[in-house]
Nanobody, 125 residues
Framework: QVQLVEGGGGSVQAGGSLRLPCAAS????????FSWYRQAPGTEREFVSS???????RYGDSVNGRFTISQDNAKNTVYLQMNSLKPEDTAMYYC???????????????????WGQGTQVTVSS
């Protein structure tokens, strides 16, 4: 089972920056893709960004050009760098790990999503 712990959340002024780490542990020797989602109270969960195991990145339209996702394999950590923050970026941010189907140690693992518990980001005007 993969354990994900998000951090780096807090309160900032509009135009400010935050960097959210997502520390992963307990994973098998399989391929993992990581992504960030966010959800504000009373709204649907929204895709923010993702990074493929090969390094390909993707961003939601609302954050494209302002946010950057990166991965530090040595630390088993994915980061979401958030710049030029806006009040509408206020939300709970969740890290997700996607494990593609794989065979490890003679065990077949199915495709699975793992979620962190989230970190709150609040942006004031």
């Amino acid at each position: 089972q993969v354990q994900l712990v998000e951090g780096g959340g807090g309160s900032v002024q509009a135009g400010g920056s935050l960097r959210l780490p997502c520390a992963a542990s307990g994973g098998t020797s399989c391929r993992y893709d990581f992504s960030w989602y966010r959800q504000a109270p009373g709204t649907e969960r929204e895709f923010v960004s993702s990074i493929h195991s090969f390094g390909r990145t993707r961003y939601g339209d609302s954050v494209n050009g302002r946010f950057t996702i990166s991965q530090d394999n040595a630390k088993n950590t994915v980061y979401l760098q958030m710049n030029s923050l806006k009040p509408e970026d206020t939300a709970m941010y969740y890290c997700k790990a996607f494990r593609a189907p794989c065979l490890n140690a003679g065990i077949r693992f199915s495709a699975t999503n793992y979620w962190g518990q989230g970190t709150q980001v609040t942006v004031s005007s």
